[in-house]
């Protein structure tokens, strides 16, 4: 069974930067469309980034420029690099794939909030 684990957040000031990786198990890794998904206190859990098997990015609008997902398929690890950081980005990030088949199981994510 497919396991996925993100690690990275943390507390930081507004204007700040983290990254945040995801590494999976199973060897569907390589051909899955994988995105970043965060849920702030109180609201659904949206996606924020996906990058194609072959690297290429989409980002939802409110962090175009500001964060730059990656991956690198030799290791299974998705990552997501956000900078300029704001209170607004403070929630839990997970990874996930985006398959018509549903989702992996969902690892347990990672708090980023971003706070002065």
């Known amino acids: 069974q497919v396991q996925l684990v993100e690690s990275g957040g943390g507390l930081v000031q507004p204007g700040g930067s983290l990254r945040l990786s995801c590494t999976a198990s199973?060897?569907?890794?390589?051909?899955?469309?994988m995105g970043w998904y965060r849920q702030a206190p109180g609201n659904q859990r949206e996606l924020v980034a996906s990058?194609?098997?072959?690297?290429?990015?989409v980002y939802e609008d409110s962090v175009k420029g500001r964060f730059t997902i990656s991956r690198d398929n030799s290791m299974r690890t998705v990552s997501l690099q956000m900078n300029s950081l704001e209170p607004e980005d403070t929630a839990v990030y997970y990874c996930?794939?985006?398959?018509?088949?549903?989702?992996?199981?969902w690892g347990p994510g990672t708090q980023v909030t971003v706070s002065s």
């Open positions: 990058i194609t098997s072959y690297g290429s990015p």
């Open positions: 199973g060897s569907i890794f390589s051909i899955a469309v």
């Open positions: 996930n794939r985006i398959s018509a088949m549903g989702f992996l199981p």
